[in-house]
Structure formats: structure tokens, C-alpha cells
């Protein structure tokens, strides 16, 4: 939902911290990206769940579910965060409206995307988002990502194929949508990157979730009425999901960045598949098999590669806002 931005150099906002702060920070963050990838079983519940009350009808049913999901975690930051919006200038909310679109085609597509797929896969495949970006930023900026960035996504990419090609190199529907999510994460964080230095973060987070939970009323009140023949689970995981990831996930990862350098966030964030492909294992919608553990492997390998290793200039590069970051949920 909700992406980290990452700093050049690895400085936290506060300069040198005390390693019990550090950790604490590293604990926060885990506990996010475990949010953010046992919620990936919880969304095709739901999912599942309205898409059988609505006749099989699934983009309704995705629709319908994070309607219910955003307005909930904007009332609960308007109430948590009130400056958020209330200091928003209309620079903010066009910033932020414009992010809002971004993600919400990024989170519709994957949400679809994970009815036809398992949470496991579904969260691998989101986590290809952060070793797209320097490609995207290759095509905007017109500076090559460098050899390791080109090594990392060769690696990730053969790990998704792992993961994702059937006989006659196929890949399924769910998983063609979530990798289509996955291209709409990266445009979401590149451009979360250059505006970042421009809006205040609580206000920046705001504004792109209230205007994707407007654009989600809009293109559901066709099925508004739905929602009171909805089962009970399908409310308690719409308010479960608004908590975790929209509203814990940005405070939380807000708080820890500050005693964080951004690669070392990156890194924790990224095990969001991990925690993804375990919760999708205990619920029964994985199985532990060697296509699962061999392409995960890869595709994490990649990502870690992208993440870690330099690209080109970047020594060169001031201290400031890069135009990239890591997802959320």
C-alpha cells in the first residue's frame, strides 16, 4: 500500500543513534513487512468472500473490498493525524492526488491479481517493483542503472520465471495482472521520490490515501448495497488491513527511518514476500515446493542485488531524496 523513500549515504535524519534505538527501529520495520505479507492471505479471503456474495464477479469484488478498506484508514488517520490534512495546501493535495492514482491502480491490479494467483507468488512478485525502479529512472533521466542493477534484474527475473511459467512458458492470469501491479508500484515510487522533498510525509501519505479512498467510492456505487449482505470476516480483515498496513505500516515506518539508513530498511522491507509466501503456506494457499523455494531464492537474490550494490555515480550523488523506494502493502 505505502512506500519507503530512500536516502544516499545511508545518514539517518538524527546522525549517530544508540544501537538499542537502532534496534528497535529494525524490529519496528520487521514488524511491518510482517504486516504488510500475512495481509496478502487476509486480501484474497476477502476477496474470495465478495466476489462469491457477488456472483463471481472479481474486479467488482476488489473494488468493493478496498473501497472499504481506504475509507476506514482515512477516518482513522484524519482522527490519528489531523495536521496531516489540515495544513495540506492545494500544491499537497495535487501531489498527493496524483501518488493516489498511481496506487491505486498498482493496489487494484494486485489485488485482482491475487485471485488468480497464491499469496506466496503474489508477494514475490510485488517485490520485483524495487529492482524495476532504476530501469524507470534509466527511461525518465536517461542514466544507465549500471551493470549490477542489469545483473540483479536478470537474476530476479529468472527467479520469477521460476515462480510463474507453466509448460509452454505460460503464465497464469493472476500472476500476469500482479507483475502488471508490480511495473504500477515502480512508477509509484519514482514518483514518490521527487515529490517527497516537497510535502511533508504525514501530509504526502495522507492526501494519496484519502484521494485513491475517493476514487474507490466512485467506482463502486454501483455496488454500495453489496456491502450489507457482506460476511462479518470480510469487515473484520477491511478494518484489519486500514490498521496494519495503511495506518501502523506508515506511522511505524516513518518513526524507524529516522535511525535507519535507507538500504538497510530496503532490506528488512523486502522480507514483506517472505513473511508472504509463509503466511500463504500455514493457510494452504502455498505448498513448499522446490519451484517455490528455488524461484523465491532468485528473486530475492535479485532484488538484494539491486538494492546493495552501487550504480554508477553514486558516490557522486548529494545527500537528498533519491527518486526511488520501498513498496508497501
Not at 508477494?123 to 545483473?151: C, D, E, H, N
Not at 507453466?166 to 492470469?173: C, D, T, V
Not at 512508477?187 to 476514487?215: E, M
Not at 539508513?261 to 505448498?287: K, M, N, P, Q, Y
Amino acid at each position: 500500500m505505502e512506500r519507503l523513500i530512500k536516502t544516499v549515504g545511508g545518514d539517518t535524519a538524527h546522525g549517530p543513534v544508540s544501537r538499542r534505538k537502532v534496534l528497535l527501529a529494525e524490529i519496528v520495520i520487521l514488524s511491518v513487512a510482517a504486516l504488510w505479507g500475512s495481509n496478502f492471505v487476509f486480501i484474497k479471503i476477502a476477496v474470495e468472500r465478495v466476489s462469491a456474495v457477488m456472483g463471481g464477479a472479481v474486479i467488482a469484488a476488489s473494488i468493493l473490498f478496498l473501497m472499504m478498506r481506504y475509507v476506514t484508514a482515512t477516518g482513522i488517520l484524519a482522527i490519528v493525524r489531523p495536521q496531516s490534512w489540515l495544513r495540506a495546501t492545494r500544491r499537497d493535495w495535487l501531489m498527493g492526488g496524483f501518488l493516489g492514482v498511481c496506487y491505486v491502480a498498482a493496489i487494484s491490479l494486485q489485488v485482482i491479481g491475487i485471485h488468480g494467483t497464491t499469496p506466496g507468488i503474489s508477494g514475490f512478485i510485488i517485490s520485483l517493483s524495487t529492482a524495476m525502479v532504476p530501469f524507470l529512472y534509466w527511461a525518465v533521466a536517461k542514466r544507465s542503472p549500471g551493470r549490477w542493477q542489469i545483473v540483479g534484474a536478470i537474476v530476479a527475473t529468472c527467479g520469477l520465471s521460476l515462480l510463474s511459467l507453466r509448460g509452454g512458458l505460460k503464465m497464469s492470469w493472476g500472476e500476469g495482472v500482479t507483475l502488471l501491479s508490480a511495473i504500477f508500484y515502480a512508477v509509484h515510487i519514482l514518483v514518490t521520490g521527487l515529490f517527497a522533498s516537497k510535502v511533508r510525509p504525514a501530509t504526502l501519505a495522507f492526501t494519496q490515501i484519502a484521494v485513491a479512498a475517493s476514487i474507490f467510492v466512485l467506482a463502486s456505487l454501483a455496488w454500495v448495497q453489496t456491502i450489507f449482505h457482506l460476511p462479518l470476516v470480510v469487515w473484520a480483515i477491511a478494518v484489519w488491513t486500514a490498521l496494519t498496513s495503511s495506518v501502523y505500516g506508515i506511522v511505524a515506518k516513518n518513526w524507524a527511518q529516522q535511525y535507519l539508513s535507507s538500504t538497510h530498511a530496503g532490506i528488512i522491507l523486502s522480507f514483506e514476500a517472505v513473511f508472504a509466501a509463509i503466511a500463504g503456506i500455514i493457510s494452504g494457499f502455498d505448498t513448499v515446493t522446490w519451484q517455490l523455494l528455488a524461484g523465491g531464492s532468485l528473486l530475492m537474490t535479485g532484488v538484494f542485488i539491486v538494492e546493495l550494490l552501487p550504480s554508477p555515480g553514486a558516490e557522486r550523488k548529494p545527500k537528498g531524496r533519491l527518486p526511488w523506494a520501498k513498496p508497501k502493502g
